[in-house]
């Protein structure tokens, strides 16, 4: 008999917490506001919260009543740079290129079943719509198409294979 692990709430809710932060960057959010783009009750998502604050992962401005990241967050960041050098590069060369071509560039890892952007570069305010460094996207057809032309062949096919069944051969 396989072992599945039971999911745990309070983890998985804490998680969508500081993702939802991550791609929010500068901005501060209620605890009814976070309790509602979690689709928890907001007495839940007090408990979370209060242990994402006393942790240093989130920080509360008590005049305005609303939550952002914690410097706790930073630690854990630099230290997934120090893990993942191919990133930190990236971050450079996507400066370096955007510098060159005039342009926007974003960079971005697939992570879970998500692409993560993890740097900008260039004049963001031209790209208005576009993802956020911490912004996580489902990785499925449209998005991600550069991404997934890099995939061996058959994780490439599953990829495709998202664009749903009415998709024909021409579409992919």
Known sequence: MRYV???????????????????HAGEGYTLSELAENAQV???????VLAVLTQSGFVIRDPRRKSYRLGLSAIGVGLAALDDH?????????VDDLA??????????????GELLTVAEAGRAERLYLRPRVG?????????AILAADYLPEPEREAW???MGPDAGEADK
């Open 85 to 93: 050098p191919l990133v930190k590069q990236g971050r450079g060369v």
């Open 135 to 143: 912004q996580r996207l489902p990785f499925m057809p449209p998005l």
């Open 5 to 23: 692990a039971r999911r745990a709430l309070s983890a998985a809710r804490s998680l969508q917490v500081l993702n939802f932060l991550a791609s």
């Open 160 to 162: 495709l294979s998202r």
């Open 41 to 47: 009750n907001v007495a839940s998502m007090h408990a």
């Open 99 to 112: 510098g060159r071509l005039e342009r926007e560039c974003l960079l971005s890892v697939i992570t879970g």
